[in-house]
């Protein structure tokens, strides 16, 4: 059987769906393949299992601090299983918007299976030849599972089989000290295990600003969370009580026993089967596919997007990426991803925001001009409900425009849109003393800031000449 269409997409996951669906909108004929689950990663193991777990984690974590708030309350029990029993709950109700029978009523042919290239306008799938001017690839990332010595002989979860569980490790070990690793490893920790996380690099959220990391840490550690950082891990075996983890550092080595171990190493690209090398279509080092601004590949008509790309590998940036490969594999716009602005949130308690540039980023570029540091203890609100560990930080380029903000507090996630918004309208960094908050609110720290930036800015000539002129 052969069938001619205008666009094939390759994966249904956050990027594939989008892409899918956009291009039928547009009127365009489409067919979506998926080998596995509707919605992807994000919806079935991913953003939305782990958010929802989350909130039940963070949850007990605020019980346990009620007294502060003159609340004397306890746990009676945490029941894991009833907690992923809400997690898989969530999944249901929000998985009929990434269902098959949704996107075929959309106008998507839909085929179950696992795709192959043939040539750059051919896919195989089960007994089908499909033709089509153009090919998209979304087919994601998975947990990556590095050569570990006795890895291969202990029974590890990942984010994949995690959201299973239907007891509650006593010692959960993890392995990566990334995203998903201390989102995961406090979530336990606030459910009540003990938890090591084994980290090669000598400090958390490298990829944030430098005030991140060792604010993090301190709270991880006042939690009672085992950091081992600066650590190799040089193999893993079984016990008769659980598994050890053999750790180096320093020169010194030290075995740490659990019964649960998470692996959270990194991701890596889910392209096998596609054959990629038969059609030669460049990859980097780790497999990842290579795309230019336009989401193009080496071959011209066929298109990446999402985390099978890399390198942001975020739902929302995977979504973006579609509407690129949208208006050029079917209009050829000549759409180009502008990656001068991406958010990104990592959601420990209290959370880590940030958007644009850090200020290394901003140093390395050569456009810093200035950064604005505000403690999050400055906020009323936050003195309020006692989220007084965070701060705000702006960083100002070379003409005085924001060009990125980190923000760390409970509400971090939910407040940074602003300085999205800020940087993609190029305003200035006192352009927050125009808005009016409402008071009292956390979002109120960007006019602090604003506040902030603007005293810095007047240099001694000036206030004296204001105050000769007007308060004599």
Known sequence: MKKQVDLVVI????GGLVVAAGAAALGARVVLVESEKMGGDCLNTGCVPSKSFLKGAHLAKEIANAQSFGIHATIDAVKIDELMSRVQAVIATIAPHDSVERFEALGVTVVVGQAQLRDRHTVAVNDQLITSKAIAIATGSTAAVPPIKGLDTVAYLTN??????????????????????????????????????????????????QEVGPLMEKIFRAEKINLKLSTKILAVSKKADGIAVLIEKD????????????VSLGRAPV????????????????????????????IKNIYACGDVTGPYQFTHMASYQAGIVIKNSLFHLGAKANYAAVPWTTYTKPEV??????????????????????PLADNDRAQAENDTQ?????????????IGATLVGDKAG?????????????LSPGAFLKFIFAY????????????QALRSSFKPWQAKLIKALFFR
């Open 11 to 14: 994966g249904a996951g956050s």
């Open 160 to 209: 994949q089989n995690i959201f299973n569980l239907k007891t509650r490790p006593d010692h959960l070990i993890v392995l990566g000290g990334g995203p998903i690793g201390l989102e995961l490893g406090q979530g336990f920790c606030h459910l009540g295990s003990a938890v090591t996380i084994i980290d090669f690099s000598p400090a958390l959220f490298t990829k944030d600003d």
């Open 251 to 262: 020169g010194v080595s030290q075995e740490i026993n659990g019964d649960q171990l998470l």
């Open 271 to 298: 392209t096998a089967g596609l054959g990629l090398d038969q059609l030669g279509i460049a990859v980097d080092k780790r497999g990842y596919i290579i795309t230019n601004k336009k989401m193009q590949t080496n």
């Open 353 to 374: 925001a940030h958007v644009g540039y850090t200020e290394a980023m901003a140093r390395e570029a050569k456009c810093f001009k200035s950064a604005i540091l505000v």
């Open 390 to 402: 965070g701060f705000l930080k702006l960083i100002v380029g070379n003409r005085n425009k924001l």
């Open 414 to 426: 939910e407040i940074m849109p602003l300085a999205s918004l800020a940087i993609q309208q190029k």
């Open 440 to 451: 009292p609110s956390q979002a109120e720290i960007f006019q602090a800031a604003s506040r």
